[in-house]
Structures are given as structure tokens and as C-alpha cells.
């Protein structure tokens, strides 16, 4: 059974930082390639952040310059470096991970909220 747990998030004053992480545990499951996706009340899940296999990042367009996407193959985790943070940040933020598992499996959320 894969599961990520996620960690990081709260609340923080705009231009502030907060960072993510996503950790594979309790299972053989290595993390190939992962995303962030955040949740905002009312609207869609969207894309943030992805990583590949080789280690090549995208970003969505609203985070391009202030978000960092990194994966530690040694560690198995995932870290979103969220920075100069807008109140429009705030949302639920997901985890996803395509690994040594089929399937893609999502992290718990976590909330991160941005106060102006």
C-alpha cells in the first residue's frame, strides 16, 4: 500500500515563504515523478508544479519565479518552496507521485493559507 504523507503548510502574512513536503512511506513505493495541485473553495484542482523522472520541472504560470519544485531520490520525498506568497496562494495543496507502484497516488492536502 502507497502512502504520501504530506507536511508543511499554515498560515503566513503575504511575501512569505512556507514549504511542502511529500513523503513516500510505509512501502517499497520510490517516487519517479510528482506534482503539486492546489484547491481553492469553488474552483478547480489545477496543476502547480510537476517534476519528471529526470528531474525536469514545470510550473504553472501564476507561480513561475516564486514556487520551487525538487525531488530527494535518496530521502523519497518531494518539496514544494512556496515564496513571495499571495493571498490568490491559498488553498488546499495535493501531492501526487508516479513511482515504482502503478497508479498515481495523492498525499492527504494540506492547507496553506495567505493572509494580505
Not at 503575504?14 to 513516500?24: D, E, F, N, P, Q
Not at 535518496?74 to 507502484?101: F, H, R, W
Given at each position: 500500500?502507497?502512502?504520501?504523507?504530506?507536511?508543511?503548510?499554515?498560515?503566513?502574512?503575504?511575501?512569505?515563504?512556507?514549504?511542502l513536503?511529500?513523503t513516500?512511506?510505509?512501502?517499497?513505493f520510490?517516487?519517479f515523478a510528482?506534482?503539486?495541485?492546489?484547491?481553492?473553495?469553488?474552483?478547480?484542482?489545477?496543476?502547480?508544479?510537476?517534476?519528471?523522472?529526470?528531474?525536469?520541472?514545470?510550473?504553472?504560470d501564476s507561480?513561475?519565479?516564486?514556487?520551487?519544485?525538487?525531488k530527494?531520490?535518496?530521502?523519497?520525498?518531494?518539496?514544494?518552496?512556496m515564496?513571495s506568497l499571495?493571498?490568490?496562494?491559498?488553498a488546499?495543496?495535493?501531492?501526487?507521485?508516479?513511482?515504482s507502484?502503478?497508479?498515481?497516488?495523492?498525499?492527504?492536502?494540506?492547507?496553506?493559507?495567505?493572509?494580505s
Amino acid at each position: 500500500q502507497v502512502q504520501l504523507v504530506q507536511s508543511g503548510g499554515g498560515l503566513v502574512q503575504a511575501g512569505g515563504s512556507l514549504r511542502l513536503s511529500c513523503t513516500a512511506s510505509g512501502s517499497t513505493f520510490r517516487i519517479f515523478a510528482s506534482g503539486w495541485f492546489r484547491q481553492a473553495p469553488g474552483k478547480q484542482r489545477e496543476l502547480v508544479a510537476h517534476i519528471s523522472n529526470i528531474n525536469r520541472t514545470t510550473y504553472a504560470d501564476s507561480v513561475l519565479g516564486r514556487f520551487t519544485i525538487s525531488k530527494d531520490n535518496a530521502k523519497n520525498t518531494v518539496t514544494l518552496q512556496m515564496d513571495s506568497l499571495k493571498p490568490e496562494d491559498t488553498a488546499i495543496y495535493y501531492c501526487n507521485a508516479a513511482g515504482s507502484i502503478p497508479g498515481v497516488h495523492w498525499g492527504q492536502g494540506t492547507q496553506v493559507t495567505v493572509s494580505s
